[in-house]
């Protein structure tokens, strides 16, 4: 196992809702990445922080948004909630800048009605 | 074009026999490559980071090449286990001049007896 936790694993929501899923990272590692990934899709980079501060994002708009913790861990909220956004959402934990491996947590497979 | 690219198969090969794929990028800058595994409704797990020298781990050799913008991932005496989706994964530069990793959809694999 990566040491990386997410939680809720599951979750169900109506759109309109708002939505915050947590994410602990691996022992040593001070950067997180979320992903979102659909069904029959590779990951899609959501953001990225390292030590506390978001140094990265993705095409996607400000209603998402996140968190990093200074015990590195980190969360991901989501406003406004909307179908498509129904997903698998993914964190990753590693050290450094995006060269290096990242290791997954199981993810939180969202569901938006 | 998309920046990573992966046939999406599936790739329905006997037990035992010798399986190759390939994936493509765009960005000739990208410096970091990796191949991950992902099993159906479970989160990527790292397979290999791939090398310019190219890397072997048991029954697995990862390749890059990088005249061609490639990389290859080729695993031998495959096993009913082997069975899954291989996502490879590319880090690009971000215009902020932070990293991120680039996803292929993946390939998947069905290894039959």
Known sequence: ETGVTQSPTHLIKTRGQQVTLRCSSQSGHNTVSWYQQALGQGPQFIFQYYREEENGRGNFPPRFSGLQFPNYSSELNVNALELDDSALYLCASYVGAGNNEQFFGPGTRLTVL | ?113
Request: aromatic share 12%.
């Open chain 2, 1 to 113: 074009r998309k920046e990573v690219e992966q046939d999406p198969g599936p790739f329905n090969v006997p037990e035992g026999a010798t399986v190759a794929f390939n994936c493509t990028y765009s960005n000739s800058a990208s410096q970091s490559f990796f191949w991950y595994r992902q099993d159906c409704r479970k989160e990527p797990k790292l397979l290999m980071s791939v090398y310019s020298s190219g890397n072997e781990d048991g029954r697995f050799t990862a390749q890059l090449n990088r005249a061609s913008q490639y990389i290859s991932l080729l695993i031998r005496d495959s096993k009913l286990s082997d069975s899954a989706t291989y996502l490879c994964a590319v880090n690009c530069l971000l215009m902020d001049s932070n990293y991120q990793l680039i996803w292929g959809a993946g390939t998947k694999l069905i290894i039959k007896p």
